[in-house]
């Protein structure tokens, strides 16, 4: 317990570097792009406008305030995976300064994830002026934002530190995840209603962490949600456990990984 008390000390006495890694992510993400910046906003409304007419279009999902469920939907979700996909390679590409001077690695991984944290909260503009035009109303829990967007954080880091050290020592991990990632967002009520999925598959959804983080973020927005301290349970406990295993994970390879960049 000492010693991991003493890295998490160490990697906030390096936080000036860590205010850098996070400037420089979210300037390298938008460098060449004209629209800059904007494109944190711009990116999930163009997603929802193209999966709003093919699923409420085509497939006729009748879901009400869908505009908001979809966005809603596209934003947490592009939180997690652009967070988590940035960081598997983290550690690979910032080799040259791991090599010449000491800097705690897990700082890496963590700077990706908080990058990801700006963005996210850019990105919930669109969101509300959208539930605002849509004539919806704000629910009584809008306290949970910042609730959820501390257990998603949480639970990106722990899933972003197994993976940027795996892919030290297993470069394939990069295109493993990138299908697992996929196969996870369409197994997500993100798209399409939860009352759609068949009673006999409903427990592969309780088993899905980012359905619960989902559904308490669309409940501190705008929708009526049961039994919300009970998701914020499990919610709680998913995260715990990811922080948890990417933690001993990346203790475990610590010492190696500047032998195998």
């Given at each position: 317990?000492?010693r991991?008390?003493?890295?998490?000390?160490e990697?906030?006495?390096?936080?000036?570097l860590?205010?850098n890694l996070?400037?420089?992510?979210i300037k390298v993400?938008?460098?060449?792009?004209?629209?800059g910046?904007?494109?944190?906003?711009l990116?999930?409304?163009?997603?929802m406008l193209?999966?709003?007419?093919?699923?409420?279009?085509?497939?006729?999902?009748s879901?009400p305030?869908y505009t908001s469920?979809?966005?809603?939907?596209?934003?947490?979700?592009n939180?997690?995976?652009?967070?988590?996909?940035?960081?598997?390679v983290?550690?690979?590409?910032?080799?040259?300064l791991?090599?010449?001077?000491?800097?705690?690695?897990?700082?890496?991984?963590l700077?990706?994830?908080?990058?990801?944290?700006?963005?996210?909260?850019?990105?919930?503009?669109p969101?509300?002026l959208?539930?605002?035009?849509?004539?919806?109303a704000?629910s009584?829990?809008?306290?949970l934002l910042?609730?959820?967007?501390?257990?998603?954080?949480?639970?990106?880091?722990?899933?972003a530190l197994?993976?940027?050290?795996?892919?030290?020592?297993?470069h394939?991990?990069?295109?493993?995840y990138?299908?697992l990632l996929m196969?996870w967002m369409?197994a997500t009520?993100i798209f399409y209603?939860?009352?759609?999925i068949?009673g006999?598959f409903?427990f592969v959804?309780?088993?899905?962490?980012?359905?619960?983080?989902l559904t308490?973020f669309r409940?501190?927005?705008?929708?009526?949600?049961?039994?919300?301290?009970?998701k914020?349970?499990y919610?709680?406990?998913?995260?715990?456990a990811?922080?948890?295993a990417?933690?001993l994970?990346?203790?475990?390879n610590?010492?190696?990984?500047v032998?195998?960049l």
């Amino acid at each position: 317990m000492g010693r991991q008390a003493g890295e998490i000390a160490e990697i906030l006495r390096y936080k000036e570097l860590l205010r850098n890694l996070v400037t420089r992510d979210i300037k390298v993400r938008y460098k060449r792009s004209v629209l800059g910046f904007l494109w944190v906003m711009l990116n999930p409304l163009l997603m929802m406008l193209v999966m709003s007419m093919v699923f409420s279009g085509l497939f006729k999902v009748s879901t009400p305030n869908y505009t908001s469920y979809l966005l809603s939907g596209i934003i947490l979700w592009n939180f997690f995976s652009q967070s988590t996909t940035t960081a598997v390679v983290s550690l690979v590409s910032n080799s040259s300064l791991i090599k010449k001077i000491y800097i705690p690695t897990a700082i890496f991984p963590l700077s990706v994830v908080l990058s990801a944290v700006v963005n996210f909260l850019f990105s919930l503009v669109p969101l509300l002026l959208i539930i605002y035009v849509t004539g919806g109303a704000l629910s009584g829990r809008v306290y949970l934002l910042p609730v959820i967007l501390l257990l998603v954080a949480l639970f990106s880091f722990g899933v972003a530190l197994m993976l940027s050290t795996l892919t030290v020592f297993f470069h394939d991990t990069i295109y493993i995840y990138e299908v697992l990632l996929m196969v996870w967002m369409y197994a997500t009520p993100i798209f399409y209603p939860e009352s759609i999925i068949p009673g006999k598959f409903l427990f592969v959804l309780h088993l899905n962490p980012f359905y619960y983080y989902l559904t308490i973020f669309r409940g501190a927005l705008y929708l009526d949600v049961s039994a919300v301290s009970v998701k914020l349970l499990y919610g709680l406990c998913f995260s715990l456990a990811s922080v948890a295993a990417g933690w001993l994970f990346y203790r475990a390879n610590k010492d190696k990984i500047v032998y195998h960049l």
